[in-house]
């Protein structure tokens, strides 16, 4: 081989080398500003991925909704259906959530969405009902109250509690699934806490949880492919599941004891 190419061949080697180094230097830097894996000292470490499979649920559990909070009004929401492969993935989208975030305390009125794990029911909106639709689907008239002492919905306007039908709700109310929160209606703990419709403008809610009406219209079919008693739903901030995984029924129907860091 001819010197002059011999020579031109190493400084190639060498720039690609060097090109190497320069990569994996950038690929650490993006990975370490990603959090995606503690790098050194005082990176904060990952949040801990929720795992699906270690829910512990009735034997008649086909839908679980999961809300994952990520910090303050914010949330991702995910809904699977039971096959006989395991769970499997059927929505996943953003959402919203209370004012005041997430709580495993919540009270009447203080704007957080409860944390922990609970049986929806109710299904019901102002919009009509489409093709695949629970068949017990409610499509409420301006009389139609969810009251605040039976913690579910009346036909009684008399009531006091949410008028669900009353224009104030257009939009927010198109499609709702009650969470389960709270079912025994409880005193002071707090009632309506749903699943519904997120509108454009909206950044938080009361305490419920909010989705775009197309990903509500899925989960609303998904319940109507089972109906009652087989559609739950799992509420907690992101890396803290764990405490949730086997706290169905706890407290009569309330949030679980824990350290949610909320």
Not at 33 to 42: E, K, N, R, S, Y
Not at 65 to 79: H, K, L, M, N, P
Not at 97 to 118: A, E, Q
Not at 215 to 230: D, N, P, Q, R
Request: glycine residues 14%.
């Amino acid at each position: 081989m001819r010197e002059d190419l011999r020579g031109n061949r190493g400084a190639g080697m060498l720039a690609r080398c060097l090109a190497a180094v320069l990569a994996l230097g950038l690929l650490g830097a993006r990975i370490a500003f990603g959090a995606t894996i503690q790098v050194g000292p005082g990176m904060p470490k990952p949040a801990e991925a929720f795992q699906v499979e270690k829910f512990v649920l009735p034997q008649e559990a086909r839908v679980l909704v999961v809300v994952e909070g990520t910090g303050g009004s914010d949330c991702r929401v995910y809904a699977y259906e039971w096959s006989d492969k395991g769970w499997e993935l059927r929505v996943e989208t953003p959402g919203i959530l209370g004012k005041n975030g997430m709580s495993n305390h919540r009270t009447t009125g203080d704007k957080t969405t409860p944390i922990g794990v609970f049986c929806m029911n109710t299904p019901f909106g102002q919009s009509e009902a489409v093709e695949g639709f629970p068949s017990d689907y409610i499509k409420v008239r301006e009389s139609h109250v969810w009251s605040d002492d039976l913690n579910r919905l009346v036909d009684d306007k008399s009531q006091a509690g949410e008028h669900v039908g009353t224009s104030a709700y257009q939009g927010y109310y198109d499609y709702v699934l009650d969470a389960g929160f709270n079912g025994k209606a409880i005193p002071g703990q707090g009632s309506a806490l749903f699943l519904h419709c997120r509108v454009p403008e909206a950044v938080s809610t009361g305490g419920c949880v909010a989705i775009p009406k197309e990903e509500m219209e899925k989960v609303m079919k998904l319940y109507g492919t089972y109906g009652s008693g087989a559609c739950f739903i799992a509420q907690a901030p992101e890396g803290t599941f764990s405490q949730i995984y086997e706290s169905y029924g706890v407290n009569d129907g309330l949030s679980p004891d824990g350290d949610f860091g909320v």
